[in-house]
């Protein structure tokens, strides 16, 4: 199968070019920009040019279009959430329409994120929660255009991946990534009662998982692609510091914490709800190979 990977240069996309290719599929990577990318061709277009994008995947001319186009700058200011994922939200909602009107009936397969879940009621969400309804100010912008995203995706009958914090080369959570180097300088602490509950997702797994959706052509809707163990911050952020022979993460309330990182920071630290991945595992037939985020964490930070 012909498949046109929108996004082929970023944390999902690397290995998603890689799992693709060595499943037998004919990759054709979108770059925004002219580029080589080993084993694959690559057409060249901004996804936000309704024009030049028609022309390159009519060039391309995919059965099946994934969609992992984003533009988030490394790292984000949670007090300026909004102004940082402008860009990012543009390419999911305008960018979306772009692809799929070029995209001329070839199946559409797109990014969602499994964090974005109203955190009322139950600490886990399947794929029936609804979207985040109140978020906070700096992070409703970003919730609005997931929203469009995805109903523009399944108005097509294509299928959701909503991927939770991704870690794996290139991401913060990589040994090299922001985040780390943070917690390596205890700058990140636990804030409130630390009850934040992340659902990881491992770079390969969400690759994998694209397989997955390719596969089964039926499976539309969305699908949660997050490990097996969402766990409060309160509980890995400590086994991550001691993972990087980092200092233990200071404690701090969250009124305190409100100064230094807005209203966003604080949900972040201290209010998401984590994410279930039985859908995925029962309709695609699809795993994680890091079940867990300590077994992720390990192979990529010690």
Known sequence: MRILIAGATGVIGRPAVRVLTAAGHDV?????TPTRLPDVDVVAADALDATAL??????????????MLTA????????HMAR???????????GTANLIAAAGGARVISQGLAYAYDPAGAQVKDEDGPLWRDPPAEFAPVVAALRDMEEQVTATGGTILRFGHLY??????????????????RKVPIVGDGGSMFSFTHAHDAATAILAAIDHEASGGAFNIVDDEPTPI?????????????????????????????SWGVAFMSGLAGASNARARAELSWKPRYGSWRDGFATELT
Do not use: C
């Open 28 to 32: 054709v990577a979108l770059a925004r």
């Open 54 to 67: 028609t022309r390159a995947v009519r060039t391309a001319a995919p059965d099946v279009v994934v969609h």
């Open 72 to 79: 988030i700058p490394d790292p984000l200011d949670p007090k």
């Open 84 to 94: 940082d994922m402008a860009q990012t939200n543009r390419l999911r909602t305008e």
């Open 168 to 185: 794996g080369p290139g991401s913060i959570y990589a040994a090299d990534g922001s985040f780390t180097r943070q917690v390596r300088g």
């Open 234 to 262: 309160r509980a890995w952020l400590p086994e991550m510091a001691a993972m990087i022979a980092a200092p233990q993460p200071r404690k701090v309330p969250a009124w305190i914490a409100r100064f230094a990182v807005g």
